[in-house]
């Protein structure tokens, strides 16, 4: 019996170093989630206005002034800053549906644009894969790493991949309305009576998108149609959407709680996000 002795022994040998790695691999991913925090914070702009007037609407496309008359009201102050929690799946195949829980923490500064998109996907029981998706100071960066430790993905830098965390920031704007209005930044071009095209500058960046509005005049899609798909080690254009949903009213604005973005290759949409809100916390110009 002697077998199941150092059997024993070695399952517990083995958990140990399970834990010990998973113990280590969240702090390291805890100290680098607090350095890019900082670095986030470090490029918020001195706000120029405090608060919306709706007189800022006149000359705009009929479906954006009907947009922003159904999410917000004349005196609201402005959005500067956003934390966002979300529950939701990922599919992490490329090729097939493999649906993985993820929970997530995301922190928003309007100006200068960015963000910091932090989760944790339950791969297995057990093992979790960590993931920060970013746009800061004018830099896009994607990794992801099981246990916060070995990276699957490791990309950062200005071009592709910046823009395409350009977009991300732009599409999920409806979180944050405010940062849609002229006023900080976004110019509106007219399409037809249901949708719009939008233009955001970042530095030396510019991103173009089309939004689109329900018969609620609420916005429902946005689209793009080159965005930087990471496939393996390359990043190829597909065209991509996000949709959006369940418009709730949160600090005296509509905002959208439920999310899903889709890869639309000639093949077919190929949803890869689908999330909910969990928790919303604003932080306003003074």
């Keep these: 019996m002697l077998w199941i002795t150092w059997l024993v022994v070695a399952v517990g040998v083995l958990a140990a170093v399970a834990l010990g790695l ?21 490029t918020r702009l001195v706000p120029t206005a405090s608060h ?9 496309p009929a479906p954006i002034q009907r947009y922003f008359r159904a999410v917000l009201k004349d005196g609201q102050r402005l959005i500067t800053a956003a ?14 549906e493999q649906w993985k829980s993820f929970t997530s923490q995301q922190r928003v500064v309007t100006r200068r644009p ?19 998706d970013a746009y800061i100071d004018g830099e896009g960066m994607l990794r992801v790493a099981v246990l916060g430790l070995f990276a699957m993905a490791d ?13 991300r920031f732009f599409a999920e704007a409806a979180w944050y309305p405010t940062a849609l209005l002229p006023s900080q930044g976004v110019r509106w071009e007219a399409v037809d009576d249901h949708s719009a095209k939008a233009t955001l500058a970042d530095g030396i960046l510019s991103v173009t998108m089309l939004f689109s509005f329900n018969d609620a005049s609420l916005l429902e899609s946005v689209r793009v149609e080159a965005r930087g798909a990471t496939i393996g080690k390359r990043i190829v254009m597909i065209p991509w959407e996000a949709r959006l949903s369940s418009y709730q009213e949160r600090n005296g604005m509509r905002i959208p709680l439920t999310g899903e973005a889709s890869w639309l290759p000639p093949q077919g949409r190929r ?13 306003f110009c003074d």
Excluded: C
Aim: no cysteine; hydrophobic share 40%.
């Design 155 to 167: 990309l950062h830098g200005p071009g592709d991949i910046a823009q395409g965390e350009l977009m």
């Design 83 to 96: 934390t966002v929690e979300h529950t939701g799946t990922f599919n992490v195949s490329q090729a097939g």
């Design 114 to 132: 960015g963000f910091l998109w932090d989760a944790r996907l339950e791969i297995v029981p057990g093992l979790a894969v960590r993931v920060h």
């Design 52 to 60: 919306y007037d709706a007189r800022e609407l006149e000359g705009l």
């Design 271 to 283: 949803p890869y996000w689908r999330g909910t809100i969990t928790s919303l916390a604003y932080e």
């Design 22 to 42: 998973a113990v280590y691999g969240n702090a390291r991913w805890a100290e680098s989630t607090r350095k890019l925090l900082t670095l986030l914070e470090a």
